[in-house]
């Protein structure tokens, strides 16, 4: 498998918590266009995982690489980015001082320290922020600190979660708007002026929502509030949300998790449905092994935050190990 | 499932009134306008005739009525940081402090300049808006409480900052003599006497800031905001910078307070500390949470509503009370008991009705089913009670009236 045609690698990934060891040196890829799943027991480290994958876990060790970039592992002078922040301010300020001493007149010293606190905030403002832009700059400096979970959104990731969050008090396609937020350009100045580009934009992102929702098979729901749909069509905003940022890779998260076994079956078409029309690239968390057997290519078992398996369904159908974690090893 | 099937609103228009309110989302701002005209002649005909003619003078309702427009101002700001992005600001009084002193520098005796009104309007929310983002930018990935005691700090170094920085502020004595706005085209002259002009300015600056508040709440931003405020680290998965979207409500804030507060001191002429003292922040966190948090038009009634109350009913109360005679209630003021009166009624509105007077709908649905989200959902062994009936406890809390316990999120 040549390395462009992966569009994960996590290698070595570790997450501690205090003394308990959640997720253990992890090596796993996930290639392009496939459905790879993940199973385990309860406690296995398999949302832990997922949730480093989506940025919002710092691993303690190793790194993601997503798309060919590394986007999450150990920060790299990370001392340096304060330095950074400081220093344009800091040169402007020792300007400032030297045309004060040199007796320039007081108007313009004021000005000097005005710009500086100026220089400062805008700088602090920026790193806040954590513009691409500004992470490129950092990346010169050869400066590196994870992405966060919206810069992984940005690089194209979308998951939905366990426990379903969707905003509960938003309409359905509220919802999926608010997915689309990381692909919309308008900024706060389009709104108050109620630009072109705004109204577009809005027109635009209600239009898309409305697609997917209907590709999902909420069409006609979009009105409704969320918390209102049934849990069913819940779990289907969630993953119409996740769509909404046009992602390459769909993290699912125990995605038929308390359905009936219609609901499941229609969301795991629904999810081969993805994979062929959208081209997507799915990581799934599944306990239902009638829904990891039979959409899967690839199947990776955790145990103990360990990687003790890995291969097709039918290989981790027969292996040993897996069936000792799920069943208990034979009495001796 | 039927349940919630046949308790689900039903969509589009039928309705006159759901016609109407279908044209107003459509037509924001033309809505906007034509609704403040019409309030705004109703406004100057009424003070003309009983019952208000008798309370006192038309130009001193004007008075009242300008003054009200600074906290209706202040109440919409709050209301972004507050209502749409959920952040809890306690401090809210110092932006107000400083737009107040961006003017006072700007046209007083004290500074020796004497620049003109409108741009100030534009530099005091600026400056305002610098504020918000320097006490922003460090601490806004702080949550809740702590969000608030850090605000609740800033609010109280402002006015002791120009309290105590008494060469450069006059310290108690504040700065006086603040030079009026030069007469503007269509208001005609600002004079102490005639405050006429300044309650048709304080109306077109409402206006203006309601619109572009509608604006943002509208958009990818107040979308943002909501998302935020519902479920931040949803908000963070889905592609939000959380960081800088509540950066950007924090300074939409400050800018609405540095309006008020440029407003505000070419109205009274002068600046003190002690305008913008804690209780500045508390009367506008009310007038937001009685208002009704999240829905402009009504943080913005609930504000003129509290301002009355403050200020005409309760000078009025002491008149009606003495000219009775009735004895013993003739030895109270009732201004010394305002903020008694405050706290009783907040008690009685998060028992009774949690969500404000005018409530958004937003809200309104939060607090009414917010204890039956919260249970279940975490859990995975009662998710299978998840899909059931939301809309018959819907139905259920509104025919058991409406004391639903409050509950912020």
Same mark, same amino acid.
């Given at each position: ?36 799943? $993940? ?17 919002? %876990? ?20 990370? *001392?340096?980015?304060?330095?950074? *922040? ?8 020792? !300007? ?25 905030? #805008? ?10 832009? %500004?992470?490129?700059? !950092? #990346? +010169? ?6 992405? +966060? ?33 990381? +692909?919309?350009?308008?900024? *706060?100045?389009?709104? $108050? ?42 779990? +289907? ?64 078992? !955790? ?30 | ?15 006159? =009134? ?58 919409? /700001? ?115 006497? @005639? ?17 572009? &508040? ?5 958009? =990818? ?17 889905? /592609? ?94 009732? &201004? ?48 299978? @009670? ?24």
């Amino acid at each position: 498998m040549t390395a462009a045609a992966e569009v994960l690698r996590a290698k070595k990934v570790t997450k501690r918590f205090g003394g308990l060891v959640a997720v253990n040196a992890i090596d796993f890829t996930i290639p392009e266009k496939s459905i790879v799943s $993940l199973i385990g027991p309860n406690g296995a480290g398999k949302t832990t995982f997922f949730n480093i994958i989506a940025g919002i %876990y710092d691993p303690t060790d190793g790194a993601i690489e997503f798309r060919d970039l590394t986007m999450i592992a150990h920060a790299r002078r990370a *001392w340096m980015e304060p330095v950074l *922040w400081v220093a344009i301010p800091a040169v402007l300020g020792i !300007l400032t001082a030297l045309i004060g001493v040199a007796g320039a007149p007081q108007g313009t010293v004021i000005l000097g320290i005005f710009i500086t606190i100026l220089a400062l905030l #805008a700088s602090l403002v920026t790193g806040v922020a954590r513009g691409p832009a %500004y992470q490129r700059f !950092l #990346a +010169r400096f050869g400066i590196f600190r994870s992405a +966060r979970p919206n810069d992984m959104v940005v690089a194209g990731l979308g998951r939905t979660f366990q426990n379903i969050r969707l905003f509960q008090n938003m309409t359905a396609l509220e919802n999926v708007q608010v997915g689309m937020h990381s +692909r919309l350009r308008a900024g *706060w100045y389009d709104a $108050l002026l109620s630009t072109p580009r705004n109204r577009h934009e809005e027109a635009f992102s209600r239009a898309r929502a409305e697609e997917l929702l209907e590709l999902v098979g909420l069409r006609g729901e979009g009105a409704n509030l969320a918390k209102n749909l049934p849990y069913g069509d819940q779990r +289907r905003l969630e993953i119409a949300r996740a769509l909404a940022s046009n992602p390459v890779l769909l993290l699912l998260d125990e995605p038929t998790a308390g359905m009936n076994p219609n609901e499941t079956a229609g969301l795991t078409a629904l999810i081969g449905r993805l994979r062929r029309d959208l081209g997507l690239t799915i990581l799934l968390i599944e306990h239902d092994m009638k829904v990891v057997m039979g959409i899967s290519d690839r199947v990776t078992v !955790l145990d103990h935050g360990e990687k003790i398996a890995e291969g097709t369904p039918e290989e981790i159908r027969r292996d040993p190990k897996v069936i000792e974690a799920y069943l208990g090893a034979p009495a001796e | 499932m039927t349940a919630m099937t046949s308790a689900r609103p039903t969509t589009g228009p039928s309705s006159p =009134r759901a016609r109407l309110q279908a044209f107003a989302h459509l037509h924001r701002s033309a809505t906007i306008i034509a609704s403040m005209v019409l309030i705004t002649v109703a406004m100057i005909l009424l003070p003309q005739v009983p019952p208000l003619s008798f309370i006192q003078r038309s130009d001193a309702w004007y008075d009242t009525f300008a003054n009200a427009g600074v906290f209706i101002l202040l109440a919409m /700001g709050l209301n972004v940081v507050v209502g749409l992005a959920g952040l809890l600001d306690l401090g809210y009084a110092a932006f107000f402090a400083i737009g107040s002193y961006t003017y006072a520098y700007s046209n007083s005796p004290f500074s020796h300049q004497n620049l003109p009104f409108l741009p100030m309007l534009a530099v005091g929310a600026a400056v305002a808006a610098v504020f918000g983002i320097a006490l922003g930018a460090p601490t806004l990935r702080l949550r809740g409480d702590y969000l608030a005691i850090m605000t609740l700090g800033f609010g109280e170094i402002v006015p002791i900052m120009f309290l105590n920085l008494d060469k450069w502020t006059e310290g108690t004595n504040g700065i006086g003599g603040i030079f009026r706005p030069e007469p503007l085209p269509l208001l005609g002259e600002f004079t102490p006497l @005639s405050p006429f002009a300044y309650y048709i300015l304080s109306v077109m600056i409402v206006t203006l800031a309601m619109i572009l &508040l509608y604006r943002m709440q509208d958009s =990818r931003i107040g979308r943002a905001w909501n998302a935020i405020r519902e479920d931040e680290l949803a908000a963070a998965a889905n /592609g939000i910078n959380t960081v800088t979207t509540k950066l950007l409500a924090f300074a939409i804030g400050a800018t609405t307070a540095g309006f008020a507060g440029v407003f505000n001191a070419s109205k009274l002429t002068i600046v003190s500390p002690e305008q913008f003292l804690f209780a500045v922040s508390f009367s506008v966190l009310a007038m937001v949470i009685l208002g009704g948090m999240g829905n402009i038009w009504g943080v913005a009634a609930g504000a003129f509503v509290v301002y009355l109350i403050q200020i005409v009913l309760l000078k009025q109360l002491n008149g009606i009370v003495e000219n009775l005679n009735v004895p013993f209630l003739t030895k109270v003021n009732f &201004l010394d008991y305002q903020y008694l009166l405050f706290g009783i009624a907040l008690v009685l509105m998060m028992l009774f009705r949690p969500e404000g007077l005018f409530p958004s709908q937003r809200r309104r649905r939060e607090l009414h089913i917010a204890d039956e989200l919260e249970g279940p959902i975490d859990e995975p062994g009662v998710i299978g @009670s998840m899909g059931e009936t939301p809309g018959a406890d819907e139905t259920f809390n509104e025919a058991a009236g409406e004391d639903v316990p409050g509950h912020d999120r």
